[in-house]
C-alpha cells in the first residue's frame, strides 16, 4: 500500500467513520429516548434481547468494553427496571444478567426504532449487509496485530 504523507480530513477513513458514528447515534438519541434508554444502555439491552441472560463478563466482551465501562450501564439499567442481576451461588465474582419482564417488553419499542434509523441511512439491504459485513472485518483488522510499515 502507497503510503501519502500529506493529511487531508476528508480523505481520511478515521473522520468518515467518526461522522457516520456521530450521525446514527444521533438519529438513534431521540428515539431510545422515548423508551427511557441511551445509546450504550441500547447495546447493552441487544445483548439481552439476543441471548435472554449474560453475565456482565460477557456483555463487556461483546461490546468490546471494560468490565468498569459495563458496571454503571448496569447499575442504570438495573434501577429503571429492565434487568436483575443475581450472583452465581458456586463464584460469587460472576454476575448474571437476566431481563425483567418490564426490559423484555422494551424489545418491540427498540424493534421500531432501529428500522427508523435503518430506513434513514438510505441503505438498500444488500448495500446494508455489505456495509455491515465490510466494517465488521475492518474491526477485526484493526484489532489484529499491526504489521511493521518500513
Same mark, same amino acid.
Given at each position: 500500500m502507497a503510503y501519502e504523507k500529506t493529511l487531508r480530513l476528508d480523505e481520511q477513513i478515521c473522520f468518515a467513520l467518526y461522522a457516520a458514528t456521530n450521525a446514527v447515534t444521533r438519529a438513534y438519541r431521540p428515539l431510545l429516548a422515548e423508551i427511557q434508554l441511551t445509546y450504550p444502555q441500547y447495546l447493552v439491552m441487544m445483548v439481552l434481547w439476543q441471548d435472554r441472560r449474560s453475565t456482565s463478563r460477557s456483555i463487556a466482551e461483546r461490546l468490546q468494553l471494560s468490565a468498569n465501562a459495563v458496571s454503571p450501564l448496569l447499575d442504570r439499567l438495573e434501577d429503571a427496571g429492565f434487568?436483575?442481576? #443475581?450472583?452465581?451461588?458456586? %463464584?460469587? *465474582?460472576?454476575?448474571?444478567?437476566? =431481563?425483567?419482564?418490564? /426490559?423484555?417488553? =422494551?424489545? $418491540?419499542? $427498540?424493534?421500531?426504532?432501529? +428500522?427508523?434509523?435503518?430506513?434513514?441511512? /438510505? #441503505? @438498500?439491504? %444488500? $448495500?446494508?449487509?455489505? #456495509? *455491515? @459485513?465490510? #466494517?465488521?472485518?475492518?474491526?477485526? +483488522?484493526?484489532?489484529?496485530?499491526?504489521?511493521?510499515?518500513?
Open positions: 434487568i436483575r442481576r #443475581l450472583r452465581d451461588r458456586r %463464584d460469587r *465474582r460472576v454476575v448474571h444478567i437476566a =431481563l425483567t419482564e418490564q /426490559g423484555s417488553a =422494551l424489545e $418491540a419499542a $427498540a424493534s421500531k426504532a432501529q +428500522h427508523a434509523v435503518l430506513c434513514r441511512t /438510505g #441503505l @438498500d439491504p %444488500d $448495500a446494508h449487509h455489505r #456495509l *455491515r @459485513d465490510d #466494517l465488521a472485518a475492518l474491526a477485526v +483488522h484493526m484489532t489484529a496485530e499491526p504489521e511493521v510499515i518500513d
